[in-house]
T-cell receptor
Framework: GQQLNQSPQSMFIQEGEDVSMNCTSS?????WLWYKQEPGEGPVLLIA?????ELTSNGRLTAQFGITRKDSFLNISASIPSDVGIYFCAGQKTAGGTSYGKLTFGQGTILTVHP | SAVISQKPSRDICQRGTSLTIQCQVDSQVTMMFWYRQQPGQSLTLIATANQGSEATYESGFVIDKFPISRPNLTFSTLTVSNMSPEDSSIYLC???????????FGPGTRLTVL
C-alpha cells in the first residue's frame, strides 16, 4: 500500500541538540499527525495538524503542515534522553468516502539520544 | 485521548492455530481500526471495524484470514487464522476521537508464531 516517505531513517544525537525530521507524499492529506512509539508500547499521538501552513507546538516539539498539503516536518528542540523512540508521521484523509479516517504511515525515524 | 486496552498483550502460538485479539475502549467510538506492525516496520492498516456490519478490508487483507467482529461501539476483536511464522507481528487497534477523528492506539498485541 501507499506509504509516506519519512527521513531520516535514524538519528544518533547528543543530549541538548535539536532534531528535525520530515515526511513527504505524492498525494494530498487533510490532516497530518506525528506519533512516538517506545518499545513495547503502541504509538502515542504527539501533534495533529489540520490546515495547510499550520505551525503547532507541544512543549519542545514543533510541527508544520506543508502548504501543498503533501508534506510535514517535526522539530524537537534541546533533546533529552527520554526523547528516545521511533517517530512516525501519518497522513489522514478526512473527506468523505471510503478513505475517511484511514491513516497512512511513514517508515519511521529511530531517534537515539546520547547523554 | 482514549483509554484503550488489548488482550492478550503477547502470545506465542503454533503454526496452523488461530488467535483472537480483543480491543476494549473506555467510551463509545464510531471508528475503530486494526493495524499490523511487522518486526522493525511501520504500521499497515488491516481493516476498518464497522459496528453492525462487515469490516472493510484493505488491499492484501481478507476476511477469511483476519475475521473481525464489532458487536458494539466500545469493543472489537481481530482473529488471526491459520497462523504461519509470517504472521508474527504486533497487532494494534486504534479509535478515532475528536473533531477530526484523530486516532489513538492501544498498547498492541505481540504475536510470535512458531
Amino acid at each position: 500500500g501507499q506509504q509516506l516517505n519519512q527521513s531520516p531513517q535514524s538519528m544518533f544525537i547528543q543530549e541538548g541538540e535539536d532534531v528535525s525530521m520530515n515526511c513527504t507524499s505524492s498525494s494530498i492529506f487533510n490532516t497530518w499527525l506525528w506519533y512516538k512509539q517506545e518499545p513495547g508500547e503502541g504509538p502515542v499521538l504527539l501533534i495533529a495538524l489540520y490546515k495547510a501552513g499550520e505551525l503547532t507546538s507541544n512543549g519542545r516539539l514543533t510541527a508544520q503542515f506543508g502548504i501543498t498539503r503533501k508534506d510535514s516536518f517535526l522539530n524537537i528542540s534541546a533533546s533529552i534522553p527520554s526523547d528516545v523512540g521511533i517517530y512516525f508521521c501519518a497522513g489522514q484523509k478526512t473527506a468523505g468516502g471510503t478513505s475517511y479516517g484511514k491513516l497512512t504511515f511513514g517508515q519511521g525515524t529511530i531517534l537515539t539520544v546520547h547523554p | 485521548s482514549a483509554v484503550i486496552s488489548q488482550k492478550p498483550s503477547r502470545d506465542i502460538c503454533q503454526r496452523g492455530t488461530s488467535l483472537t485479539i480483543q480491543c476494549q475502549v473506555d467510551s463509545q467510538v464510531t471508528m475503530m481500526f486494526w493495524y499490523r506492525q511487522q518486526p522493525g516496520q511501520s504500521l499497515t492498516l488491516i481493516a476498518t471495524a464497522n459496528q453492525g456490519s462487515e469490516a472493510t478490508y484493505e488491499s492484501g487483507f481478507v476476511i477469511d484470514k483476519f475475521p473481525i467482529s464489532r458487536p458494539n461501539l466500545t469493543f472489537s476483536t481481530l482473529t488471526v487464522s491459520n497462523m504461519s511464522p509470517e504472521d508474527s507481528s504486533i497487532y494494534l487497534c486504534s479509535v478515532g476521537r475528536g473533531a477530526y477523528n484523530e486516532q489513538f492506539f492501544g498498547p498492541g498485541t505481540r504475536l510470535t508464531v512458531l
